[in-house]
């Protein structure tokens, strides 16, 4: 029997923004509604539930919407908070620092919006199981239509396990975490990952290594919305090159200062063979008029050339990075 039973579960499911007002508020109006159901009916013992939204814009842009849905709140209280120290880590471990009297964190960013069941699978699933954490799939939605090359690149596709699936790690825009695990685990949200993303990586990596268990939960979907600026090849590729880097970099982070040597000497030969490999693919495409030899040569291409650079200690953008 859960520790939490006797007095309830208490939740929060946390929101991290940057300057997009209307995005967060769709986000929070799907998350709030699906808070104050799960206290109505007592659904999984949930006996409070509060939707947090972290700003990280020191001038506060998402706080009249945030306000205005406070005001129409129920059951779930809404809570607002900035935090101008810049980049992903500092929100996210703002976010564990504000969540003291909760049991559950549930993560969900500002782009997003829920699915209906989202959130009852999520804490059915830790419920019922007894996971540390579980994750959930993220379903692309485009602004406009993705051009062929897009569409056969699947570079908005992620992939999904049978719910129950254990997995090794998982990305924090869908990830429900016990808390009570995850403050005896002593785990914090890596501040070198900041402005580069990869902290949600190493931090479920690092949940695993202390003995927690993540599963998936196929029924607890949300959807991306996808604006027509993410659908240029350029900003695909380079996002594409850094995610690459930073999965090195977290091996790095992972890893002792004696087997450094030959994660970087692997990353660079495994780099060099996606250079190659990619390369040909994408002459195939160009010979045959292959979009998806074309696409998917051009995305191995771009990430041996993310862990090439991140062998050397190189080739990461700083996507969340911007001055103080």
Known sequence: ??????????????????????????????????????????????????????????????????????????????????????????????????????????????????????????????????????????????????DVWVRAGEFFVRRSWPTGTVRPVAASNCLLLDLGFVRRAGLRFDEAFGATGGEDTLFTRRLVAAGGVIRWCAEARVRDHVPASRLD?????????????????????LAGPGVQAGIRLRAAAGGAARIAVGAAREAVGALTGSAAHRAKGARLVARGRGMLAASGGRGVHEEYGRSP
Do not use: K
Request: net charge negative.
């Open 233 to 253: 090849h350029a900003w695909i590729l380079r996002r594409q090159r850094s995610h690459a880097a930073t999965a090195v970099r977290v091996d790095l982070a």
């Open 1 to 146: 029997m859960r520790e939490q039973e006797a007095g309830g579960v208490r939740l929060t499911i946390a929101i991290p923004t940057y300057r997009r007002p209307e995005a967060v508020g769709r986000a929070l109006a799907g998350a709030l509604e699906q808070a104050e159901a799960q206290v109505e009916l007592r659904a999984d013992g949930v006996r409070e539930a509060e939707v947090l939204v972290i700003d990280n814009d020191p001038e506060a842009s998402g706080r009249d919407v945030v306000e205005q849905a406070a005001r129409g709140a129920g059951r779930a209280r809404v809570c607002y908070v900035v935090e101008p120290s810049p980049g992903v880590t500092a929100v996210r471990n703002r976010a564990l620092d504000e969540t003291g009297g909760s049991d559950l964190l549930i993560f969900i960013d500002d782009d997003e919006e829920p699915e209906p069941g989202w959130l009852a699978a999520l804490v059915g699933l830790w419920r019922e199981t007894g996971c540390q954490a579980a994750a959930g799939p993220v379903i692309p939605v485009y602004e406009r239509e993705p």
